[in-house]
């Protein structure tokens, strides 16, 4: 007699908590991921790999954790990188506190020594908890194989939720190759959904501030990095016009209203600007140290709208406040001026023809600094800047990593979509500029990327040029080469040192004077030096024609002069007192009668 046969579910597949991770990234979205592999990390890379996931091996670990901050800002999406553990992980400290500080979505992943191994002496035994909690939202260590997926997925969302930020997730190796089905996993389903609408202000103070807003003689809009993250380019434009107000976009938000469009202003007009507005509305923008803590708005009527209470300036005087998403906020004002005002809104004519006075007088500045300087050997950054800009495709995207050579980029780019420029924000580092090259150009491979760089920060992190040539990405680095740290501030604070009694003309500012062109083609980048200054723009435009032919990066060796000051510096002797001694470099007590009055003319 034939027997009955009953159709049997295969069992479910077991896999290891490295695939556990691998599953909920690719889940997330995640197309790329950036550091230095090791032992310690090895599963947590085969989970991704078999995930379709790809890995972008760097050289250095700071690198791939400065790719996924820029993979980030230029991308919209949450950058992941990892390191192995101990020095991979602290390795990696300066790009997560730089992420932190830009408020940038980051998932970073470390492998550990195996639990029981702990305090006994373990190969690279570290704990990334205490070393990386002040610089995330949360550090978790993984012990537990069966809640991987609930951290992992909790880690995206929260990175992500704002205030957006880094979040670290560790796992000892021992760990990580424990295998477990996905219905063994803890406190996990994966709940996708459609993102929720934008959230709105509260229609009292909506209708506030608008009235505020309208009722001001002079007033202005300052916009900052939220606006990128909300995707509210579109609506701030469109409010901007509406009611013809001056802009100023700030941060990962600069561009959101193109740079070059009648009513944004920038630069050095932007001082003069905003201190003379009688109201101002800042959305999405934390008012910290690069905004001066709001103190610009000291004499006018603060508008503050964010997402969280925490953004509240408390050093200056807020007539609104509205706690909304900018987008939502911003499409909510618009309707109410629709619905409110059908003759349309009066424009400010006097305030706008200011405001247009005092950009043209910067505008002329910035021509007539570069013009001055055109015919100098070495070049002056001026003149370097204002034809390399012109070199460029408008539209591209600058990344600032140097002193000199950013200050003089960031006045004189015309950003024109957010995202347009990344630096180190209040992290204000150097080195950064390599790895996120490498990240911006990942999200973006068919817009052009430069990187703003000076040979001290190429000196901190150029090896990972060579990661940009193995992906085959046209970066293009506009390496500022002065042979000096910091311009000739090495020089100011060396003369000032009576103790070393070095001489000015020989400091440990200085550098070898170095052919980073040839250094860089050893690697297989384009390798290209300039040093006639009527060549920049068309070398530029060259550059970027061959990168993105080839699939190479290339390293622009431009020679600049090691005795310009940056923008917003000065020459140390027309240097007050209190420039020099405000930060406790120096007292002039310290120094010798005569060393003292060549120093310092102005005490008597």
């Not at 063994?184 to 993102?195: H, K, M, P, S, Y």
């Not at 924000?425 to 052009?448: D, E, F, L, R, S």
Request: net charge neutral.
């Amino acid at each position: 007699m034939a027997h009955a046969t009953t159709a049997q579910t295969p069992a479910e597949k077991a896999i290891s908590v490295g695939k556990q991770a691998g599953r909920v990234m690719k889940e997330e979205g995640v197309e790329y991921i950036f550091g230095v592999t090791g032992g310690h990390i090895f599963p947590i890379m085969v989970g991704a790999g078999m995930n379709g996931i790809k890995l972008v091996h760097c050289r250095h670990e700071q690198a791939g954790g400065y790719a996924a901050d820029a993979y980030a800002r230029t991308s919209g999406k949450v950058g992941v990188c990892f390191g192995t553990a101990g020095p991979g992980m602290t390795n990696t400290v300066s790009a997560i506190a730089q992420a932190h500080f830009c408020k940038t979505p980051m998932v970073a992943f470390y492998g550990q020594h195996a639990t029981m191994e702990d305090g006994r002496g373990a190969l690279q035994e570290c704990f990334a908890e205490p070393i990386m909690s002040s610089i995330t939202k949360w550090t978790r260590r993984i012990v537990d194989p069966s809640v991987m997926a609930l951290w992992v997925k909790k880690a995206f969302r929260d990175a992500a939720t704002y205030p957006q930020g880094p979040v670290a997730i560790e796992i000892p190796r021992n760990i990580q190759s424990i295998r477990t089905t996905n219905s063994q996993q803890v406190g996990f389903i994966d709940n996708a959904f459609e993102e929720p609408l934008p959230s709105f202000g509260n229609p009292v103070a909506v209708e506030k501030a608008i009235k505020l807003l309208m009722g001001a003689e002079r007033p202005v809009i300052a916009a900052g990095e939220d606006i990128f993250w909300t995707h509210a380019e579109d609506e701030l434009k469109e409010f901007v016009e509406l009611t013809s107000t001056p802009v100023i976009t700030r941060r990962v938000g600069r561009g959101a209203v193109p740079e070059d469009h009648p009513l944004a202003f920038g630069a050095r007009a932007r001082g003069a600007i905003l201190r003379r507005a009688d109201v101002a509305m800042t959305i999405g923008l934390n008012l910290g140290f690069l905004e001066g803590y709001g103190a610009w708005a000291a004499k006018a009527k603060l508008i503050q709208i964010t997402q969280s209470k925490s953004d509240i300036e408390t050093t200056a005087k807020v007539a609104v406040v509205i706690i909304g998403n900018p987008k939502g906020v911003l499409q909510q004002m618009i309707d109410y001026i629709k619905q409110n005002y059908k003759q349309g809104v009066a424009k400010k004519t006097a305030w706008l023809a200011e405001a247009d006075t005092i950009k043209a007088a910067d505008k002329k500045r910035l021509s007539d600094t570069a013009e001055s300087v055109k015919n100098l050997k070495p070049i002056h950054p001026a003149w370097a800047t204002h034809e390399a800009l012109a070199g460029m495709d408008k539209n591209g995207t600058i990344i600032l990593d140097g002193y000199t050579s950013s200050h003089f980029f960031t006045e004189a780019f015309m950003g024109q979509h957010s995202g347009s420029v990344l630096d180190g924000g209040n992290w204000a580092g150097v080195g950064h500029g390599v790895g996120m090259g490498i990240g911006a150009q990942v999200a973006k491979p068919n817009q052009q990327v430069m990187v703003i760089m000076g040979d001290g920060g190429m000196g901190l992190g150029g090896m990972d040029v060579e990661t940009a040539v193995r992906c085959q990405l046209p970066v293009v680095y506009f390496l500022s080469n002065n042979s000096i740290w910091m311009g000739p501030t090495g020089t100011f604070y060396m003369k000032a040192n009576p103790v070393l009694g070095v001489q000015p003309d020989f400091t440990p500012w200085f550098m070898v004077p170095t052919n980073y062109a040839k250094m860089f083609e050893a690697c297989g980048a384009i390798g290209i030096r300039v040093e006639d200054p009527t060549k920049i723009k068309s070398t530029v435009a060259a550059a970027f024609e061959q990168a993105h032919r080839e699939k190479r990066p290339v390293v622009l060796d431009v020679m600049i002069d090691r005795t310009a000051v940056a923008p917003t510096g000065m020459p140390p002797q027309d240097m007050p007192t209190r420039a020099k001694t405000q930060f406790g470099w120096m007292d002039p007590d310290d120094f010798p009668a005569a060393l003292k009055a060549q120093m310092f003319p102005d005490i008597k």
